[in-house]
């Protein structure tokens, strides 16, 4: 098979984890490390990371 035909791989990326966030939130103000307030338009909260780590671990048992 010709290498430059082969497709790229699909970067397998993991959810967010609070360690990830380094700065404070600016809108929410939620601490460094933290996830975003309920309240908060553009944070990233518990319930996304937890539908992420469902959706990484079933793309891992698909492959």
């Known amino acids: 098979m010709d290498p430059q ?7 397998t990326l993991r959810p967010f984890v ?7 939130c600016e809108d929410c103000e939620a601490p460094a490390g933290t ?3 309920p309240h908060c338009p553009s944070g990233y909260t518990a319930d ?5 780590a469902v959706l990484a671990a079933a793309r891992r048992q698909a492959s």
């Open 35 to 37: 996830y975003c307030r």
């Open 5 to 11: 035909r082969i497709p790229p791989a699909e970067p």
């Open 18 to 24: 609070p360690a990830d966030f380094d700065e404070a």
């Open 48 to 52: 996304e990371a937890r539908r992420d």
